[in-house]
């Protein structure tokens, strides 16, 4: 980013190549029917923070420090104080989890057991109080570490290692139950 801050616009494309995937997958499993348009606006605002950008974390810490400032944005905006989940079970072929094809070799007892498993993790996600979902999936799909999700989040090293502990356990067990 410093070097995109400097005029380097190829630092940019290496910065959104790294990071694309991992954001976009954030947004899609907090809001589902609008990930495009906040992933667009949230490197709109990346794009807009280059010239008066400082080192305070890392990029991706920084990157989903915005990213979780615009959900919230999103959803007082919607008159929501809860993230709500929309669970795309009824769209398997587009859903999040399932988009990426099965390998061809894939026999079909595997694929099904396959969708049938991301049903069930996606069930169990869609069950996780807002903040855990939240930490989780900072930890999952964007691949934060513990401090990386309170500075994210705004909440303590403490606080975010609590509710990444308590997703997985109610994962855990929620996913038990169900096999």
Known sequence: ?????????QAFDLLYSRNRGKLYRYLAH??????????QD????????????????KFSTWL?????????????????SIVEFTNPQDDTETGP??????PAIAQPEAVLARKDLAQQILAALAEL?????EAFLLSEEGGLSLE???VATGVGK???????????????RTLEDAG
């Open 129 to 133: 109080p807002a903040a855990q979902r």
């Open 97 to 102: 989890v399932l988009a990426a094809p099965a």
């Open 42 to 57: 949230i490197w709109m605002r990346v794009i807009g923070a280059r010239d008066g950008y400082s080192v305070t974390a």
């Open 148 to 150: 990386e999700i309170g």
């Open 158 to 172: 403490e606080t975010a290692k609590s509710r990444l502990r308590y997703a997985f356990e109610r994962l855990r």
């Open 64 to 80: 989903f420090r915005i990213a979780h400032n615009r959900l919230m944005d999103h959803f007082r905006a919607q008159g929501r």
């Open 30 to 39: 907090q809001v589902p029917h609008c990930a495009d348009e906040l992933f």
């Open 1 to 9: 980013m410093l070097a995109y801050r400097d005029g380097d616009a």
